[in-house]
C-alpha cells in the first residue's frame, strides 16, 4: 500500500521523501487497528512527532524508517486499544467504527488537516467492511494487532513480535485466534451488485414506508445499531427482530419528514447517507446474507461523520 512520493518532496529530501511516502501505509494501517480515522491520524501524527524529535545521526542509524514507522504506530495502536476499552464503558449507547466514504465522494478532513490530500484516503477494501471491523472489535487488543500486521499487511511474524512483544509463536497462535473469529462471524458473500440492489430496493421500501416490503428484505433475525455517541438522538439498545428494525425505521422517517435517503458507498460497499436539511445527519451500513439484510449499522455521532461533511 506504499504510495509514491510527491514530485516536490524528491526534489527537497529524498530521504524525507521516503519517509512522508508512508503516510498512507500508516493512515491505512492505524484505521484497520483503531477502527477510526480521527484516532488514525492522531497515531500517524504522534509517530512522525517521535520520528523528528530524533537527532539527523539518530535517524540515519535506522536500518529501515519504513520499518521504524510501522513499528512505532503499531505500538501506539496496541497501547490505545487497551484504553479504548475502557473508554468505550462509559460510552452512551453502542460504539460503531467510523464511516468512510468512498474516494469520489470524500469531502474534507478535519479542519486544519491535510486529511483531504489523497494519500491520505484509507484504501477501501474487504478489510473496512462495516462487519470486519465489528468483529476486529470483539478482538483483544493482542489479536487484533497480530492478526491485521500478518494476515492484511502481510508482515512477518519476527516483526509483529517486536511491535506485540510477545513472541513469534505468541503471535502466530493470536493471530490464529483472530481468525476463527473472523471466519465464525463472516456471513457466505453476496456479490456487489445483489447487495446494491438490495439495498436499493430497502431504500424504496422505506420512503415509501411500507413495513410488510421492509420486513420482506430483512432477515428474521435482523438487527439494526445506532451509533450517536450521546450528541445526537439514536437508539441506545440494539433493535432485534425483521418487524421491529422495520417500523422503527418507517418512525424515524415520520418523526422527519424531509429526510432524505441517499444511496452511497460506506466503506467499499453499497450503503445508505440520510440527509436532512442539506446536512448529512446519519451514514448506514448493511450486512448481507442471501438475498436478507442481516445487520443494519447507523452512525449518527456527528464527530464520526466529518468524511462525509464540509468544514
Known amino acids: 500500500m506504499n504510495t509514491p512520493s510527491e514530485p516536490g518532496h524528491d526534489r527537497l529530501d529524498p ?3 521516503a519517509i512522508l511516502s508512508e503516510r498512507r501505509q500508516l493512515i491505512n494501517l492505524a484505521y484497520r487497528l483503531l477502527g477510526s480515522l480521527a484516532e488514525a491520524e492522531d497515531v500517524v501524527q504522534e509517530t512522525y512527532t ?33 484504553s479504548a476499552r ?12 467510523e464511516p468512510l466514504p468512498e474516494r469520489t465522494e470524500w469531502i474534507s478532513g478535519r479542519p486544519g488537516s491535510a486529511t483531504s490530500d489523497p494519500a491520505d484516503r484509507v484504501t477501501l477494501d474487504e478489510s473496512v467492511n462495516m462487519a470486519f471491523l465489528v468483529v476486529l472489535e470483539s478482538m483483544t487488543p493482542a489479536e487484533r494487532v ?9 508482515y512477518p511474524f519476527a516483526e509483529v513480535a517486536e511491535i ?58 435482523a438487527t439494526a445499531i445506532g451509533d450517536g455517541g450521546g450528541l445526537v438522538s439514536a437508539a441506545l439498545q440494539p ?59 447507523g452512525i449518527r455521532n456527528p464527530d464520526k461523520l466529518r468524511p462525509w461533511t464540509t468544514g
Open 15 to 17: 530521504s524525507l521523501s
Open 50 to 82: 517521535r520520528w523528528y524529535a530524533m537527532s539527523r545521526q539518530q535517524q540515519e542509524a535506522i536500518e529501515s524508517p519504513a520499518a521504524w514507522l510501522t513499528k512505532v504506530a503499531g505500538r501506539i495502536c496496541l497501547d490505545l486499544l487497551g
Open 86 to 97: 475502557a473508554r468505550r464503558e462509559s460510552y452512551v449507547g453502542e460504539w460503531i467504527p
Open 146 to 154: 497480530a492478526f491485521i500486521l500478518h494476515d492484511v499487511f502481510r
Open 164 to 221: 506485540v512483544g510477545r513472541s513469534p509463536a505468541a503471535c502466530r497462535q493470536l493471530a490464529s485466534s483472530a481468525r476463527r473469529r473472523i471466519r465464525d462471524a463472516q456471513a457466505p458473500a453476496t456479490p456487489a451488485a445483489r447487495q446494491a440492489g438490495i439495498v436499493r430496493d430497502f431504500k424504496q421500501a422505506w420512503e415509501a414506508k411500507d413495513i410488510n416490503a421492509l420486513i420482506a428484505l430483512l432477515d428474521p433475525d
Open 239 to 297: 433493535i432485534e427482530g425483521s418487524e421491529q428494525v422495520a417500523r422503527y425505521c418507517v418512525d424515524v422517517t415520520g418523526l422527519s419528514p424531509d429526510l432524505t435517503i441517499l444511496e452511497r458507498t460506506v466503506n467499499g460497499q453499497p450503503g445508505l447517507v440520510l440527509r436532512l436539511d442539506d446536512a448529512i445527519v446519519a451514514v448506514m451500513a448493511f450486512e448481507i446474507t442471501g438475498d436478507r439484510i442481516k445487520h443494519i449499522w
